[in-house]
């Protein structure tokens, strides 16, 4: 029986079904249930809270990034993009890209090593764009600490340099002053006497231990500094052209330490080394800064007593200047020692001497590397280089230390490496002839190569005797030239006339102290140290001429003993009279009732003007020593404690005659008038009143 409820309608099933189907393995359609279990979701645990094991490779480095780096080819595009708002007037994002580079490598917010990289690689894809309008950008790039980075960093850096000034020129200079910068060490931690603020591109002590970096030395930092300017230099030539400007305006200031100097000498050396075109203006401006801490010097020892001035001098240790140590190593933070900053706890004094003895350990330093950049030019073979080094040396000498007054150690390059040859020595006999009797020359120039050609072959020691012969002979003529020329119009003896006649007559009193052995006539008259003592039995024979050449002179109207040194002539009338050469005291005697400023130039010109000083005794005597030649002679003794081994065996020392020196100083009343003046040769006394300190 049928219910009548109505029945539930069935679905209406397709015969086909709508979606084909892949059948599985078993030919029929896999459920849910069988696709999951298929998945290997049976092996999973019944937890759902777990996730499951993931094993990872070990060999994989895995790298933790606390903040996302953007991508090489995001910042070439960011650059472009910055460099082109910024002609358009907006500086947002060209200034963000300044901050990458000026940003301190110790800030917290400092960029990675990556990060700069990107930069760098982003600017060497726009260095076309890199023109004046971005200079800003390019000094802040050279501003970065890329010197202190690891070896890639450094090689990317350099090559940006090579491809920014192949394309920028005019960045050059910049470029330069920036990498001849790291050669000068700064502590900008320190208030120096020096202003650190004017050096921007200074290499500061921390630039080899930036964070994140390996440590890297101060000397390996110049080796990169080296390898750039080398590179540039190779890219291109004309680099070289503006280097000369950038190295004199980056040396040094004359107070800076001995480290810093001769860290700065040393490079500049090397850089002429694989640039020789700028070998002789390197050399030139070092020996320029030389002289001047050389004068620096004497100008100091002057205002000290005889003894503290001997004394701080070889209280210079020779270790304290030892050219082999490599003190941009060992003393990555100059020494506080070393240091010529002002303390509190030095009094002024102190501070000055302290000042100076540095001063005398710079010299000493640079000295003895100079000697040792020029010794093996001439300890080799080639005549070729040692004669081109030494015209360098003339050079320096004609333009830099015979100009300049009162050089005292500088000068002792030339001293040494002339006496290498006899044909050196010649030429620089030759060199002083020629300057002292230009007339071309200024006096001044004029007085002074004569006192370094009569030191030269004073003290020369090597200096052979046809030199000193032919050195006297040569003076001799040309005094009597300017006797014959300027004798009918003179009138007495007048410094400010006639300078450059006294000054040779100096240089030939002087030669005849120390080398009157070799003016002798004949070899067998020569009187040999061990036969001194019978220079009293013995009349010497001189070489023709020498006896006239001074008879002629010194009673000339020119009165040259007047004008001469009284140290100098002093003691050139003893040995004379002793040698029984020439006696000449009673023209001593006389000369000193003369007064000098009567007969001057000066002196007639005020007169003729009706206005005559008022003069008392003290005044006299200052007016006397005013016209009256310095007893200065540039290769008096050497005493820098480094340096002097170089010019051991060069150097004439003062030898006393026998039966003379020896004798109570008592026994000669003429001498006794004006003192002992034995000064004139090295002893107790010589350095005190002879020699330029």
């Known amino acids: 029986m049928l219910s009548s409820a109505p029945a539930a309608s069935a679905p209406i099933l397709p015969g086909k079904p709508l979606l084909s189907r892949r059948p ?104 076309s764009l890199l023109n004046k309008s971005c200079s800003g950008l390019v000094h802040a790039v050279l501003q970065c600490d890329w010197l202190g980075r690891d070896e890639a960093f450094v090689g990317l850096f350099i090559r940006f340099l090579g491809n920014l000034l192949s394309a920028q020129g005019s960045y050059l200079g910049a470029v330069m002053s920036m990498l001849i910068g790291k050669f000068v060490n700064c502590k900008p931690s320190r208030s120096s006497v020096v202003d650190i603020a004017a050096y921007s591109s200074l290499v500061p002590s921390s630039a080899g231990m930036l964070p994140d970096q390996p440590a890297v030395r101060k000397s390996q930092l110049h080796v990169r500094t080296h390898t750039a300017l080398k590179y540039i230099l190779q890219l291109i030539p004309a680099a070289s052209s503006t280097l000369p ?53 004497q100008v100091d020892m002057e205002d000290l007593e005889d003894d503290v001035g001997e004394r701080l001098v070889h209280d210079v240790s020779p270790n304290e200047t030892d050219p082999t140590d490599h003190a941009d190593d060992s003393s990555d933070e100059d020494s506080d020692d070393e240091s010529v900053l002002s303390e509190d706890s030095l009094d002024e004094e102190a501070q000055r001497l302290k000042i100076l003895k540095s001063n005398v350990e710079k010299m000493d330093a640079i000295l003895d590397i100079l000697f040792s950049t020029y010794d093996p030019y001439f300890s080799g073979t080639s005549n070729a280089d040692s004669e081109y080094t030494f015209d360098l040396l003339l050079n320096q000498f004609a333009a830099i230390i015979l100009p300049t007054y009162r050089s005292r150690h500088t000068q002792f390059l030339l001293f040494h490496y002339a006496q290498t040859s006899t044909f050196l020595i010649d030429k620089f006999a030759g060199a002083c002839v020629h300057l002292a009797f230009d007339q071309a020359r200024s006096a001044i120039i004029k007085q002074s190569a004569a006192a370094y050609l009569a030191s030269f072959v004073a003290r020369g020691a090597r200096v052979p005797s046809d030199t000193v012969r032919d050195v006297f002979d040569l003076l001799g003529a040309h005094l009597d030239g300017l006797r014959k020329e300027q004798e009918t119009t003179c009138h007495g003896p007048d410094l400010r006339r006639y300078g450059t006649f006294y000054a040779m007559v100096q240089a030939l009193l002087y030669i005849f102290c120390f080398r009157w052995r070799d003016l002798l006539a004949s070899p067998e008259d020569y009187v040999d140290e ?14 023709p001429g020498i006896r006239d050449t001074f008879t002629r002179t010194i009673y000339s109207k020119f009165n040259p003993l007047k004008v001469c040194s009284p140290s100098i002539v002093n003691e050139f009338a003893r040995i004379a009279n002793h040698l029984q050469f020439m006696y000449i005291y009673p023209l001593i005697e006389t000369n000193k009732r003369l007064r000098l400023s009567q007969y001057s130039s000066t002196g007639r010109m005020n007169a003729a003007y009706g206005q005559p000083d008022r003069e008392t005794a003290l005044t006299v005597r200052k007016e006397e020593s005013y016209h009256q030649l310095d007893a200065y002679f540039p290769f008096d003794p050497y005493h820098l404690p480094r340096s002097k081994r170089w010019i051991e065996g060069d150097y004439v020392e003062w030898k006393g005659i026998p039966g003379l020196d020896d004798q109570d100083p008592g026994g000669s009343s003429e001498t006794d008038a004006e003192g002992r003046t034995a000064d004139v040769g090295e002893g107790e006394d010589t350095d005190t009143d002879v020699d330029s300190d």
């Open 24 to 127: 599985t393995l078993a030919g029929k359609v896999r459920s849910r249930d069988d696709a999951e279990m298929d998945d290997g979701s049976c092996l999973a645990p019944s937890s759902s809270g777990k996730r499951s094991k993931v094993a990872f490779d070990p060999e994989v480095q895995v790298q933790v990034v606390g903040e996302w780096e953007k991508g090489l080819e995001l910042i070439r595009t960011e650059v472009r993009h910055g460099i082109e708002r910024h002609r358009a007037g907006d500086n947002e994002i060209y200034d963000r890209l300044k901050e990458v580079f000026t940003t301190a490598a110790e800030a917290e917010d400092a960029p990675t090593p990556m990060t700069l990289r990107n930069h760098i690689l982003a600017l060497g894809a726009n260095v």
């Open 245 to 297: 400007p950038v190295l004199a305006s980056t040396f040094p200031h004359s107070m800076g330490t001995q480290t810093t100097h001769t860290a700065y000498v040393r490079n500049l050396i090397r850089l002429s080394s694989y640039a020789p075109e700028l070998r002789s203006e390197v050399l030139a401006l070092i020996t320029d800064r030389l002289v001047k801490i050389d004068v620096e010097v």
């Open 530 to 543: 061990e036969d001194d003592d019978d220079v009293d039995d013995k009349e010497l024979t001189w070489a």
